[in-house]
């Protein structure tokens, strides 16, 4: 038995000189100390000098113009195909010796998530499906007319409302909130100059266009995930899809709003919406703005907040009458939404 295993292990020692080529594409030959607890594969690539790896590699790595020095992508070239990147791995000895393909496509998926560059496949009526700063389903990443394009180059034909959320996107002010003119133009070949003091450098960071009607589509999508809160005028949305003509450039977008308390409706916490223990939905969301500093407040905010204090016992009903938030008659009866005059 003894001799089995010193047999096995001579063997596994023989094979202790691993031949490889390195970055600067010459042949080289160096020793591993062979542990007999692992398998001999996971030892060699478990040494630098192997070049193996089966993990995702930095997305900056594939970038036009990197510091790895794969010059994989020219920074002359707008776009470069997905199928290009991931095969030149397969036949450059000098790049890294990468396990699995999946590891090449994850790559590329998380430079599209981080926003380095848009990947687009084309559509047969010449259009493109596009991605940026956003999941890419396993099948189009897979697919063979993929391609990769420069942010500067690039042209989206969508943009993913939850990138609207306040501090998704770099160089955005939300401070007093976003005007959407600002929106559309961040979206019109907009260059983003972001300072490094720490690093004492500057980075140029373009952004790809994408047409006003799309930017307008995801804001209405925004709004009514609730991702923004929307202001136009005495127009106030969130949490609802606005109406038609609210989503403009004059409009502006906001942080979605703090949920109200139900004791923040009463007469002592509101005393400017109550007369003689009485009060309206709208008297009641007029002081509610003021107090915030706004000029209304969005219906399903105000809805949500006096239904809770209704069910509570904070407040009770003397006179149901039925409105939708735009003011037009609904019905008349129990329950619902829109309550037009209330008691305490």
């Known amino acids: ?14 094979y ?6 390195g970055t600067d594409d010459v042949v080289h030959a160096f020793k591993v100390t062979v542990d007999t607890t692992k398998p001999l594969f996971q030892t060699i690539k478990e040494d630098a000098k192997s070049r193996i790896t089966d993990l995702p590699l930095t997305p900056d790595a594939i970038l036009p113009g990197s510091t790895s020095g794969f010059d994989l992508w020219r920074e002359e070239e707008e776009r470069r195909r997905v199928k290009t990147i991931v095969g030149a791995f397969a036949e450059r000895p000098k790049l890294p010796k990468m396990l699995r393909r999946k590891d090449l496509l994850d790559t590329v998926s998380n430079g599209c998530g981080q926003g ?14 596009t991605w940026w700063r956003m999941p890419i389903d396993e099948a189009a990443l897979a697919d063979d007319a993929l391609e990769a394009v420069q942010n500067s180059a690039a042209v989206l034909d969508a943009l993913d409302p939850s990138l609207l959320a306040p501090g998704k996107l770099e160089g955005l002010d939300w401070k007093n909130g976003l005007k959407i003119a600002d929106l559309v133009s961040y979206f019109d070949g907009h260059t983003l100059t972001i300072d490094h003091p720490d690093e004492g450098w500057t980075e140029q960071k373009p952004i790809p266009r994408c047409p006003e009607a799309k930017v307008l589509e995801a804001v209405s999508a925004a709004v009514k995930n609730g991702t923004v809160w929307i202001t136009s005028g005495v127009a106030s949305v969130w949490g609802d899809m606005p109406p038609v003509g609210i989503v403009s450039k004059t409009a502006v977008l906001r942080a979605p709003p703090e949920p109200i308390s139900v004791s923040s409706l009463t007469s002592e916490a509101l005393p400017d919406a109550w007369t003689d223990g009485k009060a309206s939905v709208h008297s009641i969301e007029q002081a509610l703005a003021a107090q915030r500093g706004v000029i209304s407040l969005p219906w399903k905010l105000v ?5 809770a204090a209704m069910n509570s016992g904070f407040i009770r009903v003397i006179r149901k009458r039925w409105f939708s938030p735009l003011g037009t008659p609904v019905a008349v009866g129990s329950g619902g939404s829109g309550w037009r005059s209330i008691a305490a």
């Open 116 to 129: 380095l560059y848009v990947l687009s496949l084309p559509r047969p009526d010449g259009s493109a499906r």
């Open 1 to 14: 038995m003894g001799s089995k295993k010193d047999i096995a292990g001579a063997v596994r020692q023989a």
């Open 16 to 21: 202790c000189i691993v031949v490889t080529r």
């Open 303 to 307: 809805e949500a907040a006096i239904t």
